[in-house]
């Protein structure tokens, strides 16, 4: 089964030329630092906002052709761990292929990950992603699983399953996990807020970054993806978390008593 954009001409641009024109000035913003990225962690807003971030944290990870991308899952629908088994995910311009040999491996490494597109069809969190893949490797392949479990437990063994059989397949994955910060506060309060988690992020301590956004209420949309990224990277042999890029809604918008933060996190 394929899957068609639902957000282009929202948060993207429809037209290919100019979304790719776009992507290609974000991606300008950063240079590669070498050796591979296991796990790079960026904001899925409309571009306007969150593409610089995005891009200047891509352009500086070292993807591996194949990549497993996590997301939140807004909409509520579907499997609490919902992986979409086969196919292609088109964009404006050009689609990117289901990797049906890690995504039977994923399938097979915990019972709780499902086959499951329902999850997938209206949410937007991994597909503004792939035009930045994209552009960075027309040949790149991808599973896309969303996380809509609010059990440690299950968040973390599941992380766990993910990393061990990424560890054990035949070709290198990269991780990619899409989440934005904190939601609808001041600009201040978002950058102290948001710190508190992306210190734990980079520190790469899952069960810490999962206990701040509890314990300080924040809104940090994707941490059920990070928290089970990071476990999977960690089991991948992660040794180092790094803080590529940072900034909020109202560096664009001008307005700064409602912002969403925007956060790209680099592990290898």
């Not at 311009?93 to 049906?100: A, F, K, R």
């Not at 069960?207 to 956004?213: E, M, N, Q, T």
């Amino acid at each position: 089964m394929d899957r068609q954009p639902v957000v282009a001409g929202r948060f993207y641009d429809v037209d290919p030329a100019r979304l790719f024109g776009q992507v290609d000035g974000f991606l300008s913003q950063g240079a590669p630092r070498g050796g591979q990225t296991l796990l790079a962690m960026v904001p899925h807003a409309g571009y306007v906002y969150s593409g610089a971030v995005c891009g200047q944290t891509l352009a500086q990870a070292s993807l591996a052709r194949t990549v497993l991308l996590l997301g939140p899952n807004h909409t509520g629908l579907g499997q609490p761990f919902a992986l979409w088994p086969d196919g292609a995910w088109h964009i404006p311009g050009g689609s990117v292929p289901v990797d049906v040999e890690l995504a039977t491996a994923l399938l097979g490494a915990d019972p709780r990950i499902a086959p499951d597109t329902a999850a997938h069809l209206r949410e937007h969190s991994l597909e503004v992603v792939l035009p930045f893949l994209y552009r960075l490797d027309p040949l790149v392949s991808i599973v896309p699983l969303a996380i809509a479990s609010h059990v440690f437990e299950d968040v973390a063994g599941v992380g766990r399953a993910i990393g061990r059989a990424i560890k054990a397949f035949g070709h290198p994955v990269s991780i990619v996990v899409s989440s934005d910060m904190s939601h609808y506060i001041s600009h201040d309060q978002a950058r102290r807020l948001d710190a508190l988690a992306l210190e734990a992020a980079v520190s790469l301590d899952p069960r810490g970054l999962f206990d701040a956004v509890r314990a300080h209420s924040i809104s940090m949309c994707g941490v059920l993806p990070m928290t089970a990224g990071l476990y999977a990277a960690l089991e991948m042999g992660a040794t180092r978390g790094e803080l590529a890029a940072y900034a909020t809604s109202g560096e664009v918008s001008g307005d700064f008593d409602q912002v969403v933060g925007y956060a790209g996190v680099l592990v290898d």
